[in-house]
């Protein structure tokens, strides 16, 4: 670490957001490959919390891509360092206060540790959406999965890329559960969490 920097405490923290917000603050972060509806149950979840005035924040694996990750690729190491990344975003808003959904790939398990790690545990609830891969090349919504097939897609996550699925998520839902009910199953695992604790 830069030995000219020092880290400065403030004398507003997050208990005092939280406060302020009337409620607690950790990350929901959701796993599964690509297509697996992730992003689709994260933004159910949120309009849930919404209508419940819980202060949220969606972090998605494509919109960040078009901004502070643009400049990474989908090779092992960048996948690792996107991953980063977003631990790092996600642990200032956990921060801040705001309960904060992430919908990632995510395929390593070391990766998803280590967001764990930079949010810390209490803080981290893993969704792992397990839709079967054959289900998610029958929807194949972006036409990812054609394209890996046809080989013009390299490291495509289930096809030429490994995907290393969650070996004890908080919570789990798949393409049996419908959208209404993998909200449901969530919101009742979570509901605890959003009451502040001193």
Known sequence: ME?????H????GKLDRQKLKGHNSFLIFFTGLSG???????????EKLNKLSVHTYTLDG?????????DL???PEDRTENIRRIGETAKLFVDAGVVTLAAFVAPYEKDRKNI???VKTDNFVEVFVNTSLEECERRDVKGLYKKARAGEIKNM???SAPYEAPQNPTVEVSHLNSVEESVEI???AIKNKLEIKE
Do not use: P
């Not at 030995?3 to 880290?7: H, R």
């Not at 405490?9 to 507003?12: D, G, L, N, P």
């Not at 697996?36 to 949120?46: D, P």
């Open 9 to 12: 405490e403030y004398r507003v």
């Open 186 to 188: 969530i919101f009742q």
């Open 3 to 7: 030995k000219n920097i020092k880290k």
């Open 157 to 159: 996550t289930g096809i």
């Open 62 to 70: 494509d919109n960040m891509r078009f901004g502070l990750n643009k």
């Open 73 to 75: 690729s989908f090779t």
């Open 36 to 46: 697996s509806g992730k992003s689709t149950i994260a933004n159910a979840l949120e």
């Open 116 to 118: 764990e790690d930079t």
